[in-house]
Each structure stands twice: as structure tokens, then as C-alpha cells.
């Protein structure tokens, strides 16, 4: 019952753990302390203190394709391929959200934005590389906490789809 409580602690205030309890996806909680003077971008941050390799933990990024903000989710040891993203989103140029515009348009921090429970639904694409994996891990809403699930129901939950949208 205390590991309950603590996960609950942890998660409170999170839409994006609130979204996956209230459908019922199998997840798991990965909170850690987030350390403010890291050198690690805050994806590599995350997959080091959860003990997870870089590829299977992805970064939540916001592009704006054609004048709508299109959500891009990538292995954090990887980039956005704009360009990619635009074609994946049916669109022909993209460029990168301002960081101001992706968290009043999703109610996340950038550090912590993740693919779920966002104020407004967007189009959303994640990168074909999750397939290789039973579970990814994405940001649960906060600095600091990542959430696990099957890159399956990622997509059922945000209504997205895949493509090769990362590179090097």
C-alpha cells in the first residue's frame, strides 16, 4: 500500500499520469531527481537516472508545420529531422516550436513536456525505432519523472502514428 501512495505522490498533478490511469494502459512510474546543474540535455538526464539505454527514452518536441504545431517524439540520442516530420504530418516545411508557444499549447514545462494528457490534442508522430522496443519511456508531465508503456498504446492514447522522423 506505501508503494501506492509514494507513486501517487509522485505523479500528483501530472495530466499525463492522470490520462494513462484513466484509461486503464499498463504503465509504470520512473520518478528521479532531477538535477538543474546536469550537463545532459534533460532526455539523457532521464535515461541515465532510470537505468534505461538513450535509445528506448524519447523526447517530446513541438514543431510547427504549416502554421500548426505538430508533436515529434524521438530517442533522446537523436535529433528531429524537421523535415521528415513535415512529411509524416502531411505538410511540406517545419521548423521548430518556440519553447513559450509548446508549453502554453501543451501545459508543460520544456523539460518535461510529454506526449500525453496535453491541453489540446496535436498531431502526433513518433519515430519508427519504437517499434524495436516491448516498452518506451516519455516524460509523465514533469522534470524528473518518465513514465513507461508499450509504444502501442503511446499511439492509441495520442491518436498518433509512426514514421522515420529521427536522425543523427
Known sequence: MAKNSKSARASHGTPAVVALEKSGTAHTLHPYEHDPSSELSYGMEAAEAIGVDAPQVFKTLLADVDGRLVVGIVPVDRKLDLKALARAAGGKKAAMAEPAAAERATGYVVGGISPLGQKTRHTTVLDESAEAFDVVYVSGGRRGLDVGLAPA????????????????
Open 153 to 168: 498504446d503511446l499511439l492509441a492514447l495520442t491518436g498518433g502514428k509512426t514514421a522515420p522522423i529521427a536522425r543523427d
